[in-house]
């Protein structure tokens, strides 16, 4: 077991840009989530996939960002005209969907907007 | 909406000794989850313990154990014989068994400092 990975750990952009990040769940897991982080917070969620469907999307999942999840493996998050406020850690998490509903985080790719 | 508090932003504990983080949460929700992450500095999120709201005793990973107290909403992390491995910053977080929605909702969190 691996656990999850993230690509790529770091990603310094200007303002305007596009970025895309990836990130692999543990192998056997259906759901995938992924988190925003800023500085001196807890982790804010942004949204959720059960193998390939996107079920959830929170409020601060604006237009400007879009995930996928193709054949419920990896994921990619993107960022579409990136602006400062968009600076943060970006996390990625996994889970069996049994139990305790436990979810295992990868590394976090952090942003920072320039 | 769950909300998750933890209302001590920074603590420090001398090493072999015993520290305990508070945390409450809000929620009308009878099933659930809770958490403690602990995130290292510049490392990534590592599940700590969990306790399943439906059982009433108090769940213990090592030196890591909880006090639940269900009717208080509260939640509470007793680390015991601290080691410098435990500074970090110690996440509280929450999660519904219903309604299909499966986020956690994470506190503030408290940086931890193990002292020598």
């Known amino acids: 077991d691996t656990g999850v990975s993230q690509d790529p750990r770091h990603k310094i952009t200007k303002r305007g840009q596009n970025v895309t990040f990836r990130c692999d769940p543990i192998s056997e897991h259906n759901r995938l989530y992924w988190y925003r982080q800023t500085l001196g917070q807890g982790p804010e969620f942004l949204t959720y996939?059960?193998?390939?469907?996107?079920?959830?999307k929170s409020r601060l999942l604006s237009d400007r960002f879009s995930a996928e999840r193709p054949k419920g493996s990896f994921s990619t998050l993107e960022i579409q005209r990136t602006e400062q406020g968009d600076s943060a850690m970006y996390l990625c998490a996994s889970s069996s969907g049994t139990g305790a509903h436990e979810q295992y985080f990868g590394p976090g790719t952090r942003l920072t907007v320039t | 909406a769950q909300t998750v508090t933890q209302s001590q932003p920074e603590m420090s504990v001398q090493e072999a000794e015993t520290v305990t983080l508070s945390c409450t949460y809000d929620?009308?929700?009878?099933?659930?989850?809770l958490f403690w992450y602990k995130q290292p500095p510049s490392r990534q999120m590592i599940l700590v313990i969990r306790?399943?709201?439906?059982?009433?005793q108090n769940a213990t990973e090592n030196r890591f154990s909880v006090n639940f107290q269900k009717a208080a909403k509260s939640f509470s992390l007793k680390i015991s014989d601290s080691q410098l491995g435990d500074t970090a910053m110690y996440f509280c977080a929450f999660i519904s068994s219903g309604a299909g929605s499966y986020q956690l909702t994470f506190g503030k969190g408290t940086k931890l400092s193990v002292i020598p």
């Open positions: 306790q399943e709201a439906y059982k009433q």
């Open positions: 929620t009308s929700e009878s099933n659930y989850y």
């Open positions: 996939f059960q193998n390939e469907a996107q079920l959830e």
